[in-house]
């Protein structure tokens, strides 16, 4: 193991105490530890599961193994997104292809392995999320950001098996961003030049991200100028647009997140490389560069990459210019809005969605409401563009009022 520094009870699980699995699981950290070459393992508390996502045989033969050979989980788990509905099979049915079958028995077997299927991209917007200095595994790009950046927790990128093999152990090297000294800003992106009026603006947040990304490379950024009503969701907004334009797991936003205080503390007293100002035309150039459509009425919308949160219910966007509008959002979500009432007063699709039917009907039968889920022919959604109000009777009858 080279100069790898074991726990005595690392040793055990390499010598096949615990099981066969768990001891593959050591051996794929012991590897790990020492390409990158770490001095020892630490503890993880939390581990979000990516392997559940269906890319091919290997994913399903990895877990089967697992479970083959009684593994168990030594931290709490959550679950990624999956390929399919495990709810809603009509969604890329598994029953007409042999890979969304697969994709079917991958995710249920992660659910047998112990992990909480939560299905969700944006695990950090559910209860019981980790805390500020928690060790934990991180897998989806845009919840690596966020977990380090926002909550102050401490995760690489992991990818899939990995990730897996961590939550078996309960270890991972104690490498990249577990370490302190390499969480320091090493690059400043000033926003301050910017009008006041778009640094309040939603679209601001996704376009500083996405300029982070294009040109922070691998150096840890932080943001000078942010207003200080700047709120998770728009951290969110940056973690994702950074994370998918470049690579961003971590970034400070100074005053807001927990290890930015100052700019000193986010830099750890030392000076950084570069100040870059970011001027309005890097946002327009932003922009360009995420869509380069012409002008003219949208014919659709999809919301809710990653998971819409419950404050974004309360933002909900006039859309009476867009032909559809398609929402991603997990159940809680739903739920708790309808709970606090910043949700819809009810909803009317052209197919019945077991995702937004359960989360109503858990929020009317814990809190006693009545909010109406109405599947309507989908030719009526046409009519929808040229009117202000539509009712429907006990009957099921519709009326357009103009």
Sequence with gaps: MGRL??????????????????????????????????????????????????????????????????????????????????NDLSIRDPGKSREMEEARQLMQAYVRLGCKPVWTCAPYQLPGRPTAGDHIVGSESNAVSFYNS????????????????AALTGRVPNSGLHRSELRKAQIVFDVQSIPVSVR????????????????????VPAITGLSDSTDEDDLKAISAAGSSSGSVPLFHAVGITPEADTLDHACQNEPVGQVIEVQLEDLNNARYELSQCQFGKLTGVALGTPHFSCSKWSDWPDHDQCGQVGLLCTRYVIAETIRNGTGPQGFMLAAADTNICVGVSVANRLYDMAIPVIEIDSRYLLQFENVNRVSINRRGVIHFES
């Design 150 to 165: 926002v909550i102050g927790a401490r995760t690489n990128k992991y990818g899939d098996f990995f990730d897996v093999c």
């Design 200 to 219: 309040n603006s939603d679209n601001f947040y996704h376009l500083l991200g996405h300029y982070l990304g294009r040109h922070c490379g691998h150096q």
């Design 5 to 86: 520094l074991l726990s005595n009870n690392d040793k055990a699980m390499l010598e096949g105490r615990f099981g066969k699995a768990t001891q593959f699981a050591m051996e794929v950290i012991a590897m790990a530890a020492n390409i990158e070459a770490a001095e020892d393992l630490i503890d993880i508390t939390f581990a979000h599961i990516d392997s559940c996502f269906y890319s091919g045989r290997a994913h399903l033969d990895f877990v089967n193994f697992l479970l083959d050979n009684n593994a168990t989980l030594a931290v709490p788990c959550w679950t990624n997104n999956g390929l399919i509905s495990l």
